[in-house]
């Protein structure tokens, strides 16, 4: 099965440090969630394919050349003279925590062509996205067709709701949408610090549980370095993490998704999916974000399958 992920590219302008002045130095990294997942999941061993669109600046061939690199499918990445490549302003505190900013007023990842996303969607095996493509108008409308689209086509639908407040009008909004889509979704993983705005509980138990009520047939909910929280029908765990000195999380949490959807592609689906095969693969994702989180850099820093084991 191939990976297709649709949604937004963009260039993360990442604090490295500072000068002899105390001004802060920034690194342009290739980023943005669904293309660092297809990324992930491509050095993991399976076929994947994005869909978005760049900006006809050096920041756009930089991000046209990053997923050639590679070798992910970018057949359906548009090039654009609407908008600029999308930045996300990156600092990074000592713990290796993230704040962002976005320049994007609009950002060509908003751009995505509305007749052409669905099509190229259409045949997927697998499709996944996340919520910061929902936050613009520009684009929400496109991203829902190209879901509904693979879907009907019998696409197993994947999603990660990545909250970031300044990219909304407010959390009201923000909430009312990222929910709304969670009845398309089959695979659905959110982050601790968003279950109670995806689900209302903070708990993982009930926030999982929550998401299985709405339609979703598999949650799962990650605990940074405690690992990872997981359901399925009635059955469920909770699998260790690794520990790791942390560099920078950035990425982590699309390295994990992007491990956890690379065995459910070579598993081909979720048909005969059991408890102990779900353990294995949550297992494996949480070595791979363990890898990622322990080096600098996203895509840079995610690991090949050669530096992993499914046990």
């Not at 342009?28 to 994947?48: D, E």
Request: aromatic share 6%.
């Amino acid at each position: 099965m191939q990976i297709t992920t649709i949604g937004e590219i963009l260039i993360d302008m990442t604090q490295t440090g500072t000068d002899a002045n105390g001004n802060a130095v920034f690194a342009a990294i290739p980023g943005g969630a669904p293309a660092n997942l297809a990324v992930a999941a491509r050095k993991l061993g399976v076929r994947t394919a994005f869909i978005g669109c760049v900006g006809n600046d050096a920041f756009g061939a930089l991000l046209a050349e990053t997923l050639k690199r590679y070798d992910v499918d970018a057949s359906a990445l548009e090039v654009t003279d609407r908008a600029s490549t999308t930045l996300a302003v990156v600092t990074v505190d000592a713990s290796g925590e993230r704040s962002f900013s976005f320049c994007r007023k609009p950002g060509a990842d908003t751009q995505i062509d509305c007749e052409r996303a669905p099509e190229a969607a259409a045949g997927a095996d697998i499709l996944h996205f996340g919520s910061v493509s929902l936050s613009s108008p520009d684009c929400r409308g496109t991203i829902v067709a190209a879901v509904k689209r693979a879907k009907a086509n019998g696409a197993l639908i994947t999603y990660d709701p990545n909250y970031r407040a300044s990219l909304w009008n407010n959390e009201a909004e923000a909430v009312s949408i990222m929910r709304s889509v969670l009845p398309l979704c089959d695979i659905v993983k959110i982050s601790e610090e968003e279950t109670a705005l995806l689900t209302g509980h903070e708990e993982p138990e009930k926030a999982a549980e929550t998401l299985l009520r709405q339609g979703v047939r598999l949650a799962i909910v990650t605990l940074g370095a405690n690992g990872a929280y997981w359901r399925y029908g009635s059955d469920s765990g909770m699998v260790p993490g690794f520990k790791v000195k942390v560099a920078d999380t950035n990425g982590a949490g699309d390295t994990f998704f992007g491990a956890f959807l690379s065995r459910i592609a070579k598993h081909g689906g979720l048909t005969g999916l059991t408890p102990e095969t779900i353990e294995r693969f949550v297992r494996f994702a949480n070595h791979a974000a363990s890898i990622t989180a322990s080096r600098p850099g996203a895509i840079p820093a995610m690991p090949t399958e050669d530096e992993l084991t499914e046990e």
